[in-house]
């Protein structure tokens, strides 16, 4: 079967049925895993004119082909012979050439080296003055603190072994107590500065990066909802999330710029934050987002920094919104082949989140709404680091970062030269 590139469906089905197990349960019947949680699993039946009956709510809804149903076509891909023997076929497996040295070296050297870069990344956050009470610890072994913490993945107590060890090695001035860590993230002020926190780590691979995409995660808080439904007569219960929205590097998988929004903020209006950022710092030549970001005004923002945007239109779209809207809308219908060479490098932003989110977690441990929201930027902030740690043992050479602009500073700082990489 042909796939086609604009049916969300199909595309996750394909994922699906290369990242899961399907089991076959009867001559029909399959159970197919859920994409989201491992822990549920689904029943599809193939009937005898290819319709894939699912258990799941989407088929009960719309009673169309669901993903699941897609996985299993797609598993089922098959050949019959004339004298009826069953060829189970699939698609060819892509590999990647890969620099096991290099890898291994990233990977067995990783810790030391984030805790040196995350120190020089944070040596010139100067620390707020106050009049009275007791002097507080200096911003940027809080930020390191809080940053080192988040890579551990462990609780702020477990943690307190290996940050004794930084503060024994020299890479912070005094060992904090677990709980200053959770306050320094309930500091609404901290917020910027780890914005640009993330882009200053990002600019070590300014060189590497001309093209874009955009898009948005979630990730799960501690708080949730229950309510019973009538359509499936059962109490739902649902976990609440915070949204990152995010532009990443599709060559190195770097997050340029990234913004955190409560569950309920759509992703378009959030294109323009991102690659207005992104343009001051980055040389942007394509940017690439799914058809939620379709508009006429993300498309002449994105050409009014010299890039060009690569953004699917819905099915039910039609011409006449503006001249760029009916241009941009030409090329994606008559010149399909050429667009989807550039546009699958879209898919470069779901593996940074997938990798993102096995390495660091994709729920957050902190309770306030500033803390959840300043714990995924140091999500983000962690990646990054790994980003710069594998690309600099692979190409053998060094990065720093420059000084912090006059939006995170009380006094200017000296300026640093950005080493980037060849």
Same mark, same amino acid.
């Given at each position: 079967?042909?796939?086609?590139?604009?049916?969300?469906?199909?595309?996750?089905?394909?994922?699906?049925?290369?990242?899961?197990?399907?089991?076959?349960?009867?001559?029909?019947?399959?159970?197919?895993?859920?994409?989201?949680?491992?822990?549920?699993?689904?029943?599809?039946?193939?009937?005898?004119?290819?319709?894939?009956?699912?258990?799941?709510?989407?088929?009960?809804?719309?009673?169309?082909?669901?993903?699941?149903?897609?996985?299993?076509?797609?598993?089922?891909?098959?050949?019959?012979?004339?004298?009826?023997?069953?060829?189970?076929?699939?698609?060819?497996?892509?590999?990647?050439?890969?620099?096991?040295?290099?890898?291994?070296?990233?990977?067995?050297?990783?810790?030391?080296?984030?805790?040196?870069?995350?120190?020089?990344?944070?040596?010139?956050?100067?620390?707020?003055?106050?009049?009275?009470?007791?002097?507080?610890?200096?911003?940027?072994?809080?930020?390191?603190?809080?940053?080192?913490?988040?890579?551990?993945?462990?609780?702020?107590?477990?943690?307190?072994?290996?940050?004794?060890?930084?503060?024994?090695?020299?890479?912070?001035?005094?060992?904090?107590?677990?709980?200053?860590?959770?306050?320094?993230?309930?500091?609404?002020?901290?917020?910027?500065?780890?914005?640009?926190?993330?882009?200053?780590?990002?600019?070590?691979?300014?060189?590497?990066?001309?093209?874009?995409?955009?898009?948005?995660?979630?990730?799960?808080?501690?708080?949730?909802?229950?309510?019973?439904?009538?359509?499936?007569?059962?109490?739902?219960?649902?976990?609440?999330?915070?949204?990152?929205? /995010?532009?990443?590097? @599709?060559? &190195?998988?770097?997050?340029? =710029? $990234? %913004?955190? !929004?409560?569950?309920?903020?759509?992703?378009?209006?959030?294109?323009?934050?991102?690659?207005?950022?992104?343009?001051?710092?980055?040389?942007?030549?394509?940017?690439?987002?799914?058809?939620?970001?379709?508009?006429?005004?993300?498309?002449?923002?994105?050409?009014?920094?010299?890039?060009?945007?690569?953004?699917?239109?819905?099915?039910?779209?039609?011409?006449?919104?503006?001249?760029?809207?009916?241009?941009?809308?030409?090329?994606?219908?008559?010149?399909?082949?050429?667009?989807?060479?550039?546009?699958?490098?879209?898919?470069?932003?779901?593996?940074?989140?997938?990798?993102?989110?096995?390495?660091?977690?994709?729920?957050?441990?902190?309770?306030?709404?500033?803390?959840?929201?300043?714990?995924?930027?140091?999500?983000?902030?962690?990646?990054?680091?790994?980003?710069?740690?594998?690309?600099?043992? /692979?190409?053998?050479? @060094?990065? &720093?970062?420059?000084?912090? =602009? $006059? %939006?995170? !500073?009380?006094?200017?700082?000296?300026?640093?030269?950005?080493?980037?990489?060849?």
């Amino acid at each position: 079967m042909l796939i086609d590139a604009n049916d969300g469906r199909q595309q996750r089905g394909l994922q699906l049925a290369a990242t899961k197990r399907i089991v076959r349960k009867g001559l029909s019947t399959f159970t197919v895993p859920s994409q989201t949680d491992n822990t549920v699993k689904y029943t599809v039946v193939q009937e005898a004119s290819d319709k894939f009956v699912c258990s799941c709510p989407d088929f009960e809804l719309t009673g169309s082909t669901c993903k699941h149903g897609y996985a299993l076509e797609f598993y089922l891909r098959r050949e019959t012979t004339p004298d009826g023997t069953v060829v189970e076929t699939r698609a060819a497996r892509v590999t990647y050439a890969q620099q096991w040295p290099a890898y291994n070296k990233a990977q067995t050297t990783e810790k030391s080296q984030f805790c040196t870069l995350l120190r020089d990344l944070v040596a010139d956050v100067p620390t707020p003055e106050y009049k009275r009470g007791r002097p507080s610890l200096p911003l940027g072994d809080m930020i390191f603190s809080a940053a080192f913490k988040v890579y551990s993945t462990v609780s702020g107590r477990r943690f307190m072994t290996d940050l004794k060890t930084a503060a024994d090695a020299g890479l912070i001035s005094a060992l904090p107590h677990y709980n200053s860590i959770f306050n320094i993230l309930d500091r609404e002020s901290l917020t910027p500065i780890l914005q640009e926190l993330i882009t200053r780590s990002a600019l070590p691979l300014k060189a590497l990066e001309t093209d874009f995409a955009v898009d948005s995660t979630g990730f799960g808080t501690q708080n949730f909802y229950r309510h019973f439904s009538a359509k499936y007569g059962r109490t739902m219960e649902k976990r609440h999330f915070l949204k990152v929205h /995010a532009m990443i590097g @599709t060559r &190195t998988n770097v997050v340029t =710029s $990234a %913004v955190v !929004t409560d569950e309920h903020t759509g992703d378009s209006p959030m294109l323009a934050p991102l690659v207005t950022e992104t343009a001051e710092n980055f040389n942007v030549e394509r940017v690439s987002a799914d058809k939620a970001y379709a508009s006429s005004f993300n498309f002449e923002l994105i050409e009014s920094f010299g890039a060009k945007p690569f953004v699917p239109f819905r099915n039910v779209t039609v011409y006449g919104k503006s001249a760029i809207w009916n241009r941009l809308f030409h090329f994606f219908q008559f010149q399909k082949e050429e667009f989807l060479t550039q546009y699958h490098k879209r898919s470069n932003i779901e593996s940074t989140f997938s990798a993102l989110k096995r390495k660091f977690g994709d729920t957050i441990r902190s309770k306030s709404p500033v803390a959840q929201r300043n714990e995924a930027l140091l999500k983000v902030l962690c990646h990054n680091l790994v980003c710069v740690i594998h690309e600099i043992t /692979a190409s053998g050479s @060094t990065a &720093t970062f420059p000084a912090l =602009s $006059a %939006v995170c !500073t009380t006094k200017a700082a000296p300026a640093q030269q950005v080493l980037t990489l060849e």
